[in-house]
């Protein structure tokens, strides 16, 4: 099954792409991420870690399939146990300011189904500005 969910929101375009493109970042609006391990601080082609979510000590892992910067564009393939999903990832800058971005969800439709509410929430969060 093939999902492709969106949000925008008032952040600017390089906050959002700084949040996607460092993996310890992602804690910080994505709320079922609880921990990653990474191979790299910085995502590139061929990254690979290990997802953690809230259920301790349980893990999903995962590499980097793509990773356009110009493009503001990324994807990767995540596997838990048998359960494997593809992610694209997209952002641009709206006219009148902040970021439109979308995800791309490819795999089993139990899986994208019980994941797409979780993501919904996350890129909301993603292209929201920070509070102060």
């Not at 492709?4 to 460092?22: E, H, I, M, N, P």
């Not at 992602?26 to 790299?40: D, G, L």
């Not at 990773?67 to 494997?84: C, F, K, L, M, S």
């Not at 089993?108 to 996350?122: D, E, H, K, Q």
Request: hydrophobic fraction near 45%; glycine fraction near 8%; aromatic fraction near 8%.
């Amino acid at each position: 099954m093939r999902l492709t969910l969106r949000a925008d929101g008032a952040a600017d375009l390089d906050l959002v792409w700084q949040r996607y493109s460092v993996p310890a970042l992602w804690t910080t609006w994505a709320p079922q991420i609880r921990r990653v391990e990474c191979s790299a601080e910085r995502l590139a082609v061929g990254v690979t870690g290990i997802v953690f979510g809230v259920i301790p000590n349980i893990g999903a892992s995962f590499e980097v399939v793509e990773y356009d910067e110009g493009a503001h564009r990324w994807a990767w393939d995540i596997a838990a146990g048998p359960v494997r999903m593809h992610l694209d990832h997209r952002s641009e800058a709206r006219i009148g300011g902040g970021t439109s971005t979308a995800l791309e969800v490819e795999g089993p439709a139990a899986a994208v189904m019980t994941y797409a509410p979780v993501a919904r929430i996350s890129l909301e969060s993603l292209v929201r500005p920070p509070k102060k």
